[in-house]
């Protein structure tokens, strides 16, 4: 899918606010409410936009840790990355993964109440897996998701 200049500013302000109404969309883009709807419509269709989300306060939801967890593998066989890959979705401590290259396979970002359970969790939920090789917990003291849309992805992809 070609995306141009509208596209991405469509994309830059909905990363900002999601729940932007499409009027003040349109406004802010400069084109009339029917095409930021069509172009939000399109970019939806097209895979562009694959989802709207929620950013919660995990202090709320009595989290007060959250840590990346970098996972060696013991072997790279297709079955074995698979599986540890399903296993990860079904843990409900964890945010979010990464299958990375380098040393570690995997970075894995939890979400626990207290020290107590990133230990419990990190030796219940790897190292009983005779894929994982090594585990590396790292703690993240802050979290901050930025609202911007890579600038490079505007400036080589864009068609005016």
Partial sequence: MQLDRI??????ALR???RLPNKTLAAHVGVAASTALERVRRLREGG????????ID????GIGLQAMISVRLARHSRADVAA????LQTLPDVLAFYH???????LVHVAVQDSQRL?????DAFTTRSEVAHIETSLIFQFQRTSQ???????????D
């Fill in 7 to 12: 596209d991405f500013d469509i994309l830059a």
């Fill in 16 to 18: 900002k606010n999601a």
């Fill in 48 to 55: 562009v936009i694959r989802g709207y989300h929620a950013e």
């Fill in 58 to 61: 995990a202090a709320a939801l």
């Fill in 84 to 87: 540890f890959h399903d296993y």
């Fill in 100 to 106: 990375v290259a380098g040393a570690n396979d995997y």
């Fill in 119 to 123: 230990r419990d969790f990190a030796l």
């Fill in 149 to 159: 849309v890579p600038a490079h992805a505007a400036a080589s992809g864009a068609a």
